[in-house]
Nanobody
Framework: QSPFVESGGGLVQPGGSLRLSCEAS????????VGWFRQSPGKQREGISC????????KYADSVKGRFTASRNNAENTVYLQMNSLKPEDTAIYYC????????????????????WGQGTQVTVSS
């Protein structure tokens, strides 16, 4: 079972903004790498961003680079995804999950486990 609860989604017009939250009650997010993933109808789930444990180094998929910003608030034990300049193709269910890391211990946009996902939060970009 996923330890995360995603929230903050909604309906927004193209060009608008939303901020998603990923809260955890049984995991200290400062010490794990956490990624944001999304899945549109008929498509595979894709990783779009991640925040590295401790350092907070963030990475982004090309499709969202320059528009989305991932961050972590240790005091709130929450990871955020600020989404600006939203496009209709950003419409999806958004999830967060613990990610794998590379040989430098930086996050990668691949879920550490593929069998434990939360409910996600729906983002719809439409006029």
């Amino acid at each position: 079972q996923s330890p995360f609860v995603e929230s903050g989604g909604g309906l927004v017009q193209p060009g608008g903004s939303l901020r998603l939250s990923c809260e955890a009650s049984t995991v200290t997010l400062e010490y794990v790498s956490v990624g944001w993933f999304r899945q549109s109808p008929g498509k595979q789930r894709e990783g779009i961003s991640c925040v590295t444990a401790l350092s907070g180094l963030a990475k982004y998929a090309d499709s969202v680079k320059g528009r989305f910003t991932a961050s972590r608030n240790n005091a709130e034990n929450t990871v955020y995804l600020q989404m600006n300049s939203l496009k209709p193709e950003d419409t999806a269910i958004y999830y967060c999950a613990i990610t794998s890391t590379d040989f430098t211990s930086a996050c990668v946009m691949t879920a550490a486990r593929d069998d434990s996902w939360g409910q996600g939060t729906q983002v719809t970009v439409s006029s």
